[in-house]
């Protein structure tokens, strides 16, 4: 059910004749998400799923190695995945792995342990492919009415910052699966950061956080973004014209959450949903003034990601600062639904993409 893992790309499951259910699976360095889908008149449906906080990547910049308790949380998790994926009946599937695993000197020895252990054969991918899953995933919820967007996605060990001149996009828009693809040729540039909530929080501390020790995690940031800025110029770009950001993480979904007061995580209510700049900073200011108990406690927080969350804020403040953007979209949805996508796509599922089934809690 996947391909051949290993520190190399782009091969999937062999593709039968009438592919009917699809597998998607991310293993982050944060959590291990699996999204399985049938195609449908509206796009794909989804049957199962699957998501856990594993902490693959847990030390990993400081060791070079994924340490043994990481890896085996996560072949528990990938365990579970594969059966389900064998009992939804599977026939096509892409399974991939990010920041982590890209970094981690023993990366190839764990991918042959999760083959052996498992079944299941997972692909590293590169951060270009990684932007590009996360735009398709994600394409649907894009205003057209902007010139600009920037899409990112703030990972456990990485985030990809992605801008789009949307100037490129010309006639109707059916939101089908290719006018997903075709998003992707409006990239006008893209970066990865090797920062993402995992290694910022390991930095700086997560549970303990001051303003001062807050700040210093967004300046960490926004000197990782300068160069890519200095080369590209963005802020000048859309200084005269129309930019909305899109993010597709935990850390936007969680202030989404928390921003509409929900007492239990609602995913229909939360993606696609705008946020203001503002609503912003008026989440991360009332995190910042919480212990991590009272961060804990929040419904769209919990216990696992209370360390973590305020790096995310950290994060997302660096890119508010350096493109000065006041409204952004957020967005449910990312690599897996990009996989699918993909997938369908290949198979000739010219259909029009709809809502998926929402999945029990919030994205991470």
């Not at 693959?56 to 996560?74: Q, Y």
Request: aromatic share 4%; with cysteine; net charge positive.
């Amino acid at each position: 059910m996947g391909a051949a893992g290993g520190k190399t790309e782009g091969s999937v499951a062999a593709r039968p004749a009438a592919a009917s259910v699809y597998g998607a699976l991310d293993l982050g360095t944060n959590n291990c998400r699996l999204l399985i889908a049938r195609p449908s008149r509206r796009g794909f449906l989804v049957i199962d799923a699957f998501s856990r906080i594993i902490r693959l990547g847990e030390g990993v910049l400081s060791s070079g190695r994924l340490s043994d308790a990481a890896m085996r949380r996560t072949i528990e998790a990938l365990k579970i995945c594969s059966d389900k994926m064998a009992r939804r009946g599977v026939s096509r599937s892409r399974l991939i792995a990010t920041e982590a695993c890209r970094i981690a000197a023993n990366s190839g020895e764990f991918i042959e342990r999760v083959r052996a252990e498992t079944g299941l054969a997972i692909d590293i991918v590169t951060q270009e492919t990684e932007a590009k899953l996360a735009v398709s995933g994600c394409a649907s919820l894009i205003d057209r009415n902007c010139d600009w967007s920037l899409v990112f996605d703030i990972g456990g060990g990485s985030s990809e910052l992605i801008w789009l001149d949307l100037t490129r996009l010309r006639g109707p828009w059916r939101r089908s699966i290719y006018d997903r693809l075709e998003v992707q040729n409006c990239i006008s540039a893209w970066t990865s950061l090797p920062i993402g909530v995992v290694s910022l929080a390991e930095r700086h501390g997560g549970r303990d956080v001051s303003t001062q020790s807050y700040e210093a995690m967004v300046k960490d940031v926004m000197t990782a973004v300068a160069a890519f800025e200095a080369k590209h110029g963005f802020g000048a770009r859309i200084a005269n014209q129309s930019a909305h950001f899109l993010g597709t993480s935990g850390t936007v979904t969680t202030i989404s959450g928390i921003h509409l007061n929900l007492p239990v995580y609602e995913r229909s209510r939360v993606d696609g949903c705008w946020l203001s700049a503002h609503d912003v900073r008026t989440v991360s200011d009332r995190l910042i003034a919480m212990s991590f108990a009272e961060r804990a406690a929040q419904p769209c927080i919990g216990h696992e990601r209370a360390d973590l969350v305020l790096a995310g804020c950290a994060i997302l403040e660096a890119l508010l600062r350096v493109w000065p953007c006041q409204r952004l979209r957020v967005a449910d949805r990312g690599l897996r639904e990009g996989i699918l996508t993909n997938l369908m796509a290949e198979d000739g599922q010219d259909r029009q993409m709809g809502q998926r089934r929402p999945e029990a809690g919030p994205r991470a």
